[in-house]
Each structure stands twice: as structure tokens, then as C-alpha cells.
């Protein structure tokens, strides 16, 4: 299975860890930050192996399959033997 992440997607991991670094600048590290984003891109990667195909819960992402981890949500599509990663949402901003 190959896998295209969008830069919409990269950019929603990164800029969400980055609000967060600002907000806990104190006590959240670069290094956790990094760690957290990791992760995010990692699981990203478990979409269709380990990571359930469910119907979306967003209405803006009608059309797409939706998978998620306990912190991350993805939108994706599925064209032969490729993901493709459209879009991410933090578990904490998911509404629409």
C-alpha cells in the first residue's frame, strides 16, 4: 500500500503542536513537540492496516473515508493501492 499525505495535512499536525508550544512555552518542550507531531505522521501511515475505515463525522468531509487514533482524526481516499490523506483534525476540534 502506498500512501500521499497533502501538505494540508501536514501543515494542520505541525501548526496545531506549534499553538501548543506557545501556549505551554513553560512547560512543553521542542522536543515534545516534535515527538507529538511525529507520532501523528506515523499513525498516518497505520491508515487501512491498523486504523479503521469509518464514515466521516464531519460534514465538510462528506466524500472522504475517516480514520482516527485517540488524538488524531483523518480524512482519506482510496485510489488503487494509494492513500491519500486529504485532511487531519485534532480530537479536541472536532466539530464542525
Known amino acids: 500500500m502506498k500512501y500521499i499525505i497533502k501538505k494540508r495535512c501536514v501543515q494542520k499536525v505541525t501548526q496545531f503542536y506549534r499553538n501548543v508550544s506557545k501556549k505551554y512555552k513553560h512547560t512543553y518542550s521542542e522536543e515534545m513537540m516534535h515527538k507529538n507531531a511525529d507520532e501523528a505522521f506515523d ?3 497505520q491508515i487501512e492496516r491498523t486504523l479503521l475505515r469509518r464514515q466521516p463525522s464531519l460534514k465538510r468531509w462528506a466524500g472522504y473515508y ?7 482524526f483523518f ?13 487531519a483534525c485534532h480530537a479536541q476540534n472536532m466539530h464542525d
Not at 66 to 72: C, G, P, V
Not at 75 to 87: F, L, M, P, R, S
Open 66 to 72: 475517516m480514520a482516527n487514533t485517540d488524538k488524531w
Open 43 to 45: 499513525a498516518m501511515y
Open 75 to 87: 480524512a482519506y481516499t482510496i485510489e488503487a493501492d494509494t492513500v491519500i490523506v486529504v485532511d
